[in-house]
């Protein structure tokens, strides 16, 4: 929601849509908390929640787990991708639970600022991509090849994209290449921002039903593709290091492993919480369950996290430190 990728960020900005309400608890955080017999409370894990649903899916399945099967108190403050990182070091953020790639921030915290540190794949493979609704690749089979695109431009134009076709885009805060590539591969096409990964959503839901022509950034794991029919749209084929240089991005975006990172301090003290949060592992189809319990069954995160874990009790167990 995500998939905040590889390249250089766009501005931060706009708030985080649908995150719903984070309960902030008071309580000394995990790496500071003592461990091992004594008799307090293990203390509080600090997961920053980012602006997607799949990401606070897995957020709330860990927080479940922490507070109901290992006694953490957990915050979980709503923090978008680039902020989370700087918490790191500012002691606001122990944990983000899906990472999206970040080579520049891996490169600055975890290797020379040494504040974080990697703490393995969420089991989660990730893509970014461009989509259509289904009915225009029906409709103009040709669509899907981008050499094609400005052909179809005319269809795309909006009141906010001018004499351009229309890119819809999400969240400002989401990594994107799409700028570089709309001008490396000559396209004549305009990033408009959405500002949300609700706004990506219903823009996809509206243009397969009323068949309405949309061009726009998604990504997968994600509910939407059980619910919706789309087509993504074929780039340039991703090589290893085409991306490197943000500014000349002519490919497609790779599949990633997506992996945890959390902070040093709370990877050398955070006891079984760390332990959690290091063994957490799962497939898109869990992801996609409980996000879609959460969007559209009307179930909290902690809800959905609840349903889930009763009924798959033998993975989560695999993840209980013994």
């Not at 649903?53 to 787990?65: F, Q, R, T």
């Not at 094609?148 to 351009?164: I, P, Q, R």
């Not at 305009?190 to 061009?215: D, F, W, Y």
């Not at 003290?269 to 799962?282: D, I, M, P, R």
Request: glycine share 8%.
């Amino acid at each position: 929601m995500k998939i905040r990728l590889l390249a250089g960020l766009l501005a931060l900005g706009l708030a985080a849509v649908g995150c719903g309400g984070a309960k902030v608890e008071t309580s000394p955080s995990a790496s500071a908390a003592p461990q091992g017999g004594s008799s307090s409370a293990p203390g509080t894990v600090k997961i920053a929640i980012n602006p997607w649903v799949g990401y606070e899916a897995s957020a709330n399945v860990v927080a479940y787990l922490l507070k109901n099967e290992l006694g953490y108190n957990v915050e979980m403050p709503e923090i978008k991708e680039q902020l989370a990182w700087e918490g790191f070091e500012t002691g606001d953020v122990d944990v983000i639970i899906e990472n999206w790639g970040h080579p520049d921030l891996k490169k600055k915290f975890i290797e020379e600022k040494k504040v974080a540190v990697e703490a393995g794949s969420t089991g989660n493979k990730g893509v970014i991509g461009w989509y259509i609704p289904k009915w225009m690749a029906d409709k103009y089979p040709d669509i899907t090849d981008y050499k094609n695109l400005n052909k179809y431009a005319e269809l795309f134009k909006t009141s906010e994209s001018g004499d351009k076709g229309q890119l819809l885009f999400g969240d400002p805060s989401y990594v994107s290449n799409e700028e570089a590539l709309i001008k490396n591969l000559k396209l004549n096409f305009k990033v408009v921002v959405g500002g949300s990964e609700a706004a990506l959503i219903k823009g996809a839901q509206q243009a397969q039903a009323q068949q309405k022509p949309l061009l726009f950034y998604f990504w997968d794991p994600h509910w939407l593709f059980s619910k919706t029919e789309l087509v993504r749209v074929n780039l340039p084929a991703y090589t290893e290091g085409c991306d490197a240089d943000p500014k000349k991005v002519a490919c497609d975006y790779p599949e990633m492993d997506l992996d945890k990172i959390v902070s040093k301090k709370f990877a050398d003290s955070g006891g079984k919480a760390y332990e959690l949060v290091k063994n957490f592992s799962w497939t898109n189809e869990d992801q996609n369950a409980v996000a879609d319990d959460m969007t559209n069954n009307g179930m909290t995160g902690e809800q959905a996290a609840k349903k889930w874990v009763e009924a798959n009790t033998a993975k989560w167990q695999a993840w209980i430190p013994k």
